[in-house]
């Protein structure tokens, strides 16, 4: 199951193989590729030009201009719903401040040091948790100042795990 987030708007969308569900409900639409980006959509015999404007993978968002109306889409796959369920979800924050440990867990490695310049996404360390290795990514850029924690190191939910300037 996917949800799309659709200004502010929120929908269940299920593919199964020729055909949708959005909200449990049958979503029968026609929709063909013009050209590379541009699309004609027939749904409820309504016509719709479709342009993709923007696309940015990292957050799985899209800028879709639908007729004249520009609308932002923000998908989420079972995984990232699942990380949203366990605290673990994307964060928007702009400025690092410190990065906390979602779960309780095993540090199996830190791959940042203090003094160390970090980007948005950026892998700074992977924790080990119900026996799957999560790796745990810079939400922001920043510079890390402290790391407070060692590889084989216990830790504890809400932790803080590195400290940024």
């Given at each position: 199951m996917l949800k799309a987030l659709v200004s502010g708007?929120?929908?269940?969308?299920?593919?199964e193989n020729d055909h949708l569900t959005v909200d449990g409900q049958p979503f029968d639409w026609d929709l063909v590729e013009v050209k590379p980006g541009i699309f004609h959509i027939l749904h409820q015999n309504r016509s719709y030009n479709a342009e993709v404007l923007s696309v940015d993978s990292d957050s799985k968002t899209f800028t879709i201009r639908l007729n004249a109306h520009t609308h932002t889409v923000q998908i989420k796959d079972r995984f990232d719903l699942l990380l949203d369920q366990l605290g673990m979800g994307s964060t928007t924050a702009t400025k690092l401040n410190t990065i906390k440990a979602p779960?309780?867990?095993l540090i199996v490695d830190v791959k940042v040091q203090p003094g160390q310049t970090v980007a948005k996404g950026d892998i700074v360390l992977i924790l080990e948790a119900m026996k799957m290795?999560?790796?745990?990514k810079a939400p922001g850029d920043g510079t890390v100042?402290?790391?407070?924690?060692?590889?084989?190191?216990?830790?504890?939910?809400n932790q803080v795990l590195i400290e940024f300037d």
């Open positions: 708007q929120s929908f269940d969308v299920q593919p779960m309780p867990g290795e999560n790796i745990i100042k402290a790391v407070r924690v060692a590889p084989r190191e216990n830790v504890e939910k």
